[in-house]
């Protein structure tokens, strides 16, 4: 398939916010640009909201609140769900050519997100419309006590800029199935897909008002939505250095949370596994989305008798990664996001040099003129690291992994939880036993045994320790998004 124009697959003006059924710019009129990170230019201009525009949003999701959606039932609303995502599969090819363009991420893997995306729909459609309270047998038996689930009203999604339209749907889709409405602010990095997601929600017949989108910088539209009373509950996923800061805003008025924040990944390998999938899983971890994603294996906790073969088997897949423009369907790899985050992995290689972590370029790219104007990087191994290093113990967030050797399994134990992230992991042995022993000793909250982590739609996710608070996907967070009413009904 050729690559489409930028004209027939972007909006000829100013991306617009969604406000109360209506695609409108900014109230003080300020734009935002955002760009094509493999060729570094301007791709779109983005209406910027200020707290005006977030207090028109939030009030607009109340009135719909009130007036309407939480008086549909749950079939309602998932038949409006279902029609979203017919919407949505109506532009897929140009949601995955923005995610492209705006991310960086390769074209075969858009596309294919975007599949995972439609099926996820399905699920939460599906599943909310069998949930509801319960009766409880209590002493007196004059009384019929029973509870309700009910929604909380207005929600806020902030989201982060690796994932858009993946995250803000996985997070939308239970916020709406539950009876809330939503005011989302999209990543300021990676605004427009989240445009495009409104244009569908409008053509879904979604009433106006239950789904509004903001635009602009976290530190005052993000805190805005955060602040604002009429909030009840604010669906975070991103650093945790700011989730800690939402969370102490939240407090100020108990605003219920839910956080999806940064990890540290440890894929664990035993001398008895299979080296050839556990590398796999290492190499699908180090070049997907260019290493950006939250539950990446960014730390290589490998026996030390197979340490040698396992890396072997990386520089020789590392070696391979096609690292090219994401336009390309050839391509595996495309670049960084941004400018700032191509420039945080080149500090922390310079860090892991200073601590003689030995980092390892696995490619040249000097040589290729195409990739020169982007923000591309080559797979990185830091080949000496130790547990205690920076480079094994902060998120980094691109194609760098620090290989660490361990003796024994209570070493390996000790290797994999000696972090403050808590968020997935990978273990791969055949003995059994020693796997089940590990899935309970290991403080993560997504595990993995002799296979790769993936977040489905239909299984609940989310971090131990301060990797976040809550879960998101699967009937949890459908639940997640109600609160229970316990209600004593008397008959006498
Ligand atoms: P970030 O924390 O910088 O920003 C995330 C969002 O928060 C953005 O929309 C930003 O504008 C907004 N924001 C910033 N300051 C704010 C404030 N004071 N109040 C309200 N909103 C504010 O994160 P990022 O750089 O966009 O994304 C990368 C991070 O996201 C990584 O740490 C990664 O691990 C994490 N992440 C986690 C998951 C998960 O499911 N656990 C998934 C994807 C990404």
Excluded at 21 to 34: K, L, M, Q, T
Excluded at 212 to 227: C, E, F, K, R, T
Aim: hydrophobic share 40%.
């Amino acid at each position: 398939m050729q690559t489409p124009s930028l004209s027939s697959i972007l909006r000829p003006g100013t991306y617009p916010l969604l406000i109360d059924g209506e695609e409108r710019p900014g109230a003080a009129g300020r734009r935002f640009e955002v760009g094509n990170p493999s060729t570094g230019r301007t791709l779109a201009q983005v209406a910027e909201a200020d707290a005006q525009d977030v207090d028109a949003a939030v009030r607009a999701a109340q009135h719909a609140f009130e007036t309407h959606w939480r008086h549909t039932s749950a079939r309602q609303r998932s038949r409006l769900l279902r029609k979203l995502a017919d919407a949505l599969e109506r532009r897929s090819e140009q949601l995955a050519w923005l995610e492209t363009w705006n991310v960086g991420r390769p074209i075969t893997l858009t596309r294919a997100s975007l599949r995972t995306m439609l099926d996820g729909i399905d699920y939460i459609a599906g599943v909310s419309q069998g949930i509801g309270g319960q009766t409880h047998n209590i002493a007196d038996t004059h009384i019929v006590n029973f509870t309700l689930r009910e929604p909380f009203g207005v929600v806020g999604l902030i989201l982060p800029w690796n994932y858009p339209l993946t995250l803000t749907l996985s997070k939308l889709m239970p916020v709406l199935a539950a009876g809330n409405t939503a005011v989302i602010k999209a990543s300021e990095v990676t605004p427009l897909s989240s445009v495009e997601l409104g244009a569908a929600i409008l053509e879904a017949g979604f009433p106006p008002g239950v789904v509004n989108i903001v635009h602009g910088p976290g530190a005052s539209v993000g805190q805005a939505l955060v602040d604002h009373p009429l909030v009840e509950r604010i669906s975070f996923t991103g650093g945790t250095s700011t989730g800690k800061a939402i969370y102490r805003s939240a407090a100020e008025r108990i605003k219920r949370v839910t956080l999806e924040l940064g990890g540290k990944s440890p894929l664990v390998v035993f001398d008895d596994a299979d080296l050839d999938a556990a590398a796999g899983v290492a190499l699908q971890d180090v070049s997907r989305n260019t290493g950006q994603i939250c539950i990446a294996c960014t730390r290589l906790v490998v026996h030390e008798r197979v340490i040698d073969a396992f890396t072997e088997r990386l520089r020789v897949l590392y070696g391979r990664i096609r690292i090219g423009l994401p336009e390309d369907p050839q391509t595996e790899m495309g670049p960084l996001v941004s400018s700032a985050q191509h420039e945080r992995v080149q500090r922390y290689v310079e860090i892991g040099r200073d601590e003689q972590a030995d980092p390892q370029a696995m490619q040249d790219l000097s040589g290729r003129p195409e990739l020169r104007e982007g923000f591309f990087a080559a797979p990185t191994l830091f080949a000496k690291a130790r547990s205690e290093m920076r480079v094994a113990q902060e998120e980094i967030f691109g194609p760098v992994q620090a290989l660490i050797p361990f003796r024994d399994e209570a070493d390996a134990v000790r290797i994999a939880n000696d972090s403050r992230y808590g968020l997935a992991g990978v273990v791969y042995t055949r003995d059994g036993a020693r796997a089940m022993r590990m899935c309970k000793a290991l403080q993560i909250g997504n595990l993995a045994v002799n296979d790769p982590i993936k977040a489905t739609a239909d299984a609940p996710f989310g971090g131990f320790k301060e990797s976040g608070l809550g879960k998101e996907r699967g009937l949890d967070a459908i639940l997640e998004n109600t609160q229970v009413k316990n209600v004593r009904f008397s008959m006498r």
